[in-house]
């Protein structure tokens, strides 16, 4: 269930909640606010209207709204990383990997909450305590990926972590790209496509033990 689903199911005013049901209530009004005006424009009146509570309850879980913001961008990073672990735990031919983890990309950017604008587009990137989630999460996406790229080549890590950025980095760029200009090119095609493009460059670095190609698993 999405936080807008968690809002929406949870939102008749008058309700006693238990607390767990009611911090997902309150983060799902949260996304919505944030989502559509931006943190600085946000203001808690308007997300406690949106769950429909009063502000004393949403500050009984969240002390300010740079709180709240960051509680929401926590679960939204890790949404984002245990996509990109499972998209690549999902399979163990080469090609299909780096085509589940283009795609998961895709539809974190593509789910109808709009929440990786609070992670990519965030209007908050200059709060330390922002950028450091926003860095981090970039970091252990890439981290998953080189270890992936390491495991199956005989690069070094370093050169593994420098190939793992540029996918993931790619990944992102693109998908944001395709989401923002209404591309009339099917998700399923544009992942196709992207991947085409990155395994025309990954499959060329040898197995270990040097055994052939990467190719080899993806062809």
């Known amino acids: 269930m999405t936080a807008i689903e968690q809002t929406e199911a949870a939102r008749p005013r008058g309700t006693r909640l238990p607390r767990r049901a009611r911090r997902n209530q309150l983060l799902g009004a949260a996304q919505e606010v944030f989502v559509a005006q931006g943190y600085h424009s946000a203001a ?12 004393p309850v949403l500050y009984q879980h969240f002390p300010g709204k740079l709180e709240l913001y960051l ?28 085509a589940a983890t283009m795609d998961a990309y895709f539809a974190y950017v593509e789910d109808e909450g709009g929440a990786f604008r609070l992670v990519f587009e965030s209007d908050l990137t200059n709060e330390p305590a922002v950028r450091e989630r926003v860095d981090r999460v970039s970091l252990q996406c890439a981290e998953a990926i080189s270890d992936v790229i390491a495991e199956d ?33 099917p998700r ?31 062809h």
Not at 71 to 87: I, K, N, P, S, Y
Not at 193 to 218: D, K, N, V, Y
């Open 71 to 98: 509680a929401l961008l926590d679960q939204h990073c890790e949404a984002l990383l245990q996509a990109v672990r499972t998209a690549l735990a999902s399979t163990t031919d080469n090609k299909l990997r780096v």
């Open 188 to 218: 399923d095609k544009a992942v196709a496509l992207l991947t085409s493009l990155a395994w025309r460059g990954i499959a060329g670095f040898p197995l270990h033990p040097a055994e052939g190609q990467l190719s080899a698993e993806g």
């Open 44 to 55: 808690m009146d308007d997300i406690a209207e949106r769950a429909g509570v009063s502000k």
């Open 153 to 185: 080549t005989g690069l070094s890590k370093d050169e593994s972590m420098l190939l793992a950025v540029g996918l993931g980095g790619v990944s992102q760029v693109v998908a944001r790209y395709w989401l923002s200009s209404e591309s009339a090119i």
